[in-house]
């Protein structure tokens, strides 16, 4: 069965990825409106009433700008672990905290799809990546990450997509118009993943099996699309390993399939 897996929207000013084996159809994230996620949708045969779930990793607003109307107007599971459904209904006005499953953190099914979170390393209340197995596939999604943890590492690894943060380049941060506090926090542990270290983590993925690698969450400010292919093909060639790569957009839809 084959699975298709499209980024309709990937960097600072929102975030939202749809996952589908053609039986069950997965949003994650709503980091953009309800309207565009409905574009995005489209040209894919799908629409926000066919959605079967939506997985939020966590509650910053590039990820969660669409949800109050997501969740006021569809009928939908929206799920995420208890303390980010806590700090989305905060921030968003939604309820979905409630509405939790009691297994999410050790993972769980929706349709067709296995599905298990697992934690990354950013500075938000509890964030996650997810691996879904569907399709006789398995797909990870991992961005917003100060670094590759062993949590990261040993749930990705295997995978045939990985949706993959390549923020930002480090010289162009440390030159460009950031404040050294904004810099600081984008460096750090907590903080985002840099061009270099997505690069040397896809030689891993791609060694471990990784078919397809979708790099994304790229900065508009501090890296660029070649930069990040640059990166991640030069390590791919230094370690022997193949894979295909692509560059989600912030402003159109990346899909890949298997």
């Given at each position: 069965m084959s699975v298709k897996v499209c980024v309709l929207?990937?960097?600072?000013?929102?975030?939202?990825?749809?996952?589908?084996?053609?039986?069950t159809r997965i949003l994650?994230?709503?980091?953009?409106?309800?309207?565009?996620?409905e574009e995005g949708l489209a040209p894919l045969g799908a629409k926000l009433t066919n959605i079967d779930a939506v997985l939020l990793t966590?509650?910053?607003?590039?990820?969660?700008?669409?949800?109050?109307?997501?969740?006021?107007?569809?009928?939908?599971?929206?799920?995420?672990?208890?303390?980010t459904a806590v700090s989305v209904d905060v921030k968003?006005?939604?309820d979905i905290a409630r509405k939790q499953k009691d297994n999410f953190d050790t993972g769980f099914r929706v349709g067709t799809a296995d599905i298990f979170p697992f934690r990354v390393s950013h500075d938000a209340a509890?964030?996650?990546?997810?691996?879904?197995?569907?399709g006789g596939h398995k797909v990870a999604y991992c961005t917003d990450l100060g670094h590759i943890t062993d949590s990261v590492r040993n749930n990705v690894s295997g995978c045939d997509v990985v949706i993959l943060e390549s923020n930002h380049d480090l010289h162009m941060l440390e030159t460009g118009p950031y404040p050294p506090e904004l810099q600081a926090r984008i460096?750090?542990?907590v903080g985002h993943l840099s061009n270099e270290q997505c690069a040397?983590?896809?030689?891993e993925l791609a060694l471990s099996g990784a078919r397809q690698i979708v790099l994304a969450h790229l900065s508009e400010q501090n890296n660029t699309p070649s930069l990040a292919l640059k990166a991640v093909q030069n390590a791919l060639e230094q370690s022997g390993a193949s894979a295909s790569i692509v560059v989600a957009k912030q402003n159109a839809a990346v899909g890949v399939e298997l």
């Open positions: 929207a990937s960097g600072s000013k929102g975030n939202c990825t749809y996952i589908t084996d053609g039986v994650i994230d709503a980091g953009i409106s309800c309207r565009k996620i966590h509650e910053h607003i590039d990820h969660v700008y669409g949800l109050h109307t997501l969740a006021k107007k569809y009928d939908m599971p929206i799920l995420a672990n208890s303390r968003m006005h939604t509890c964030p996650v990546g997810y691996v879904l197995t569907l460096k750090s542990d040397a983590f896809a030689a």
